[in-house]
């Protein structure tokens, strides 16, 4: 308020003297006690009387890593995240890129965040999960990542970001066999819950809703649903306005679950030819296919979209020609980590280890700066992830 008086002074009054201007400048300088204490505690009434409810909309957008800088400041400034009307602010804030979290072949045992918009890696310490497991990250939603592990079988939920976390209860079936999971919400945001599916080859699968904290087996698959479901394991399930679209593999195609009315469908779509490594994606409700393209001895990264009318895959987009120069002639394998607009894609061969971006709404191919361990030089290998949008106030 003192700079605009001051330029309002200026233009009004530019005849002035130099020592009168001099003399402004030190007293707005804080060099006058009076002045200076009249100005600082104008301020504090002002604050003082600030909007709570304007205070808490501007917070609930701030980058994330402002504000965990924000918590810090005093225990009322934390408290917001166990506010209701904070979660709500936070849930109407359109959501920006999606982190992912990965695991690596190096250290199956802690995971690593990549925040797109800084370009940077974060390593949580994820000191609430048990120790010596096999967690992946195989599902996620509202902020919320969807771990399992392999070894015991069990299911575990939490936020990375504030270590919310959740132990799920065992489940009623016994029998295990490869499973694929998927994971939406009840509403907005996790206030009103959310349900998590998953489902084995054969076709037994059961449904967790948080709200109960429990499994339960809403059915069986139809009989025309051609069993073993053969489920390309290697790609994440699809979540579109509350239904989950798996990819299968014999025959090619895709499988869907509602999660509301617990409607199963299958569609027959054949895959592009010369395709490996194919995962699904999605992008404002539209069903991607993400896949490696080899032909002789060229390789490249190829993007399609299902067209719901013929339900045959378009292509739209495929990598720069110089970046799938570094391919030719080598084994390639390909990870997707994240389906969510913004995908991360792990490329890799005995020579090579590449990370790179694509968004989907703009066609922007970036790489990524290599994972390092922490205390140390080595770059990790990308074994799996999920794409998540961060969330302060998601709680498992």
């Known amino acids: 308020m003192a700079a605009g008086k001051s330029g309002n002074s200026k233009m009004l009054e530019p005849a002035k003297p130099p020592s009168n201007k001099k003399a402004r400048k030190e007293r707005y300088r804080g060099k006058l006690p009076g002045t200076t204490h009249e100005t600082e505690a104008m301020g504090q009434e002002i604050w003082k009387e600030f909007p709570e409810d304007l205070f808490e909309a501007v917070i609930a957008r701030l980058p994330i890593a402002a504000f965990f800088r924000f918590r810090s400041v005093c225990q009322k400034w934390n408290s917001l995240l166990n506010s209701e009307s904070f979660s709500q602010l936070c849930a109407e804030v359109p959501q920006v890129n999606p982190w992912f979290y990965t695991v690596s072949h190096e250290n199956l045992t802690s995971g690593a965040m990549y925040d797109p918009s800084t370009k940077k890696w974060h390593h949580p310490t994820m000191s609430f999960l048990p120790t010596k497991m096999t967690l992946l990250p195989v599902a996620s939603a509202g902020g919320l990542v969807c771990f399992l592990d392999l070894g ?225 030089r080595k770059r990790q290998w990308i074994a799996c992830g999920t794409a998540f949008h961060p969330c302060p106030t998601a709680t498992a």
């Open 152 to 376: 015991h079988r069990n299911f575990y939920v939490c936020n990375p970001l504030t270590q919310s976390f959740r132990e799920l209860p065992a489940r009623s079936v016994k029998v295990w066999s490869r499973v694929a999971v998927g994971m939406t919400l009840n509403g907005k945001s996790t206030c009103l819950g959310y349900k998590i599916l998953w489902v084995g080859c054969d076709g037994e699968y059961e449904v967790y809703d948080s709200v109960k904290n429990s499994w339960s087996r809403p059915g069986s698959t139809p009989a025309d649903l051609k069993l073993p479901l053969s489920l390309n394991f290697r790609s994440q399930a699809v979540s579109i306005d509350g239904t989950l679209y798996f990819m299968r593999s014999d025959p090619e195609g895709i499988v869907s679950y509602d999660m509301i009315t617990g409607v199963w469908k299958q569609f027959i779509i054949p895959t592009p030819l010369h395709l490996s490594d194919h995962t699904l994606a999605e992008c404002e409700g539209r069903i991607m296919l993400v896949g490696l393209l080899t032909k002789n001895a060229a390789t490249c990264v190829c993007i399609w979209e299902l067209q719901k009318m013929t339900l045959l895959w378009k292509e739209v987009d495929r990598m720069p020609n110089i970046w799938c120069l570094e391919f030719y002639g080598k084994h390639i394998r390909m990870t997707c980590l994240g389906n969510k607009c913004l995908l991360m894609l792990s490329l890799r061969s005995r020579q090579m280890n590449r990370l790179v971006t694509y968004n989907v709404k703009n066609g922007e191919w970036l790489k990524v700066p290599g994972c390092v361990v922490p205390q140390g």
